[in-house]
């Protein structure tokens, strides 16, 4: 790999067009020729759940050339499986200069894992995200006067409809047995001391970008949902859930699982033009007041073949380049 010194930029790292290029041998002429005349490009996927080997696969194939001075977004659920995820996370350095990751629900399942507990696992991805360049805090991606800030925001979900900061939207008629079906409620583990909700914890961490004033657009992601709007279907969904007009699961209440009304405060005090989420397995863009919240969620074969997901959803999705700006 051909590493230049970054410029400094705290909190986060900025990042100049130069750093971090990982170069094969002899390609080193085409970077050059490609950063006079190309612009750069943030590019965002989520829900890639590379399991599937069909996934896993379509990623594998991307552009080991394409995208070498390009960003990429990966905004959760790639395996539980510790090392596919690193293993994937190294493949997509491979092909972009800069790749940002945050750990979904799936990442946090210990079925086959020795951690004590969930936080436990998350904080050991964080770590071997650092030791492979995988950005989990902001980054300034551009140059000078043509660049965005990405910042990562943890996050999970408030399952207590009780609880203010709770997306819960009743279902009605049916008994609610999320808790019976929902997987983390098996597969995850939380310490035995810790005060507050799993959400609050999460969002925690993120109270250090909070409040900074950031020299250029503020593109955020997240896993989790911000709003409960988003959980459903506009104008804005291109006919994508028109053949989810049935609900197949009528006693599992997804805004349980949701999100959390939280994680949207954070995005408006970060002052995020742009937020990128995941989760619910949609495509969608929608602007509420003020923000285009975009998911583009690559999710299961099955789910792009029956139109749940649109078949470009097998491809991370644009959202910004140098010359032209968001691409909304
Ligand atoms: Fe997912
Ligand atoms: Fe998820």
Redesign the pocket.
Known sequence: MHRVQPTQNLPGITYSRECYVRLAPGAFADIIHSSMHQPQRLWAIS?IHIDSRENHQLLLELSDREFLDDMLIIA??ATDNLQRLLDLLIAMRQKFAIVAFVP???ELWLAKDSYNHSIEKFEAILNACAEIDIATQPVRFGQADQAVWVVPLFSWYEPDPENPASLFVEKDGVADKTDQVWRDYFLTRWPEAQTGTVSEYFLALNTPHLGLSFDAPVISFS??LPRRELMFRNDSDNGQDQLNKQDPYPEFNFSRVAGSLDLDRQIRALGSQVHIY??QHRNRSRHIDGITYISHCMGYPTERETRHLAPNAQQPRLIWQSNTGLNL
Do not use: A, L, Q
Request: negative net charge; proline residues 0%; aromatic residues 10%.
């Open positions: 829900d959760g659920d979904g629900n799936h896993h989790f995941g989760h």
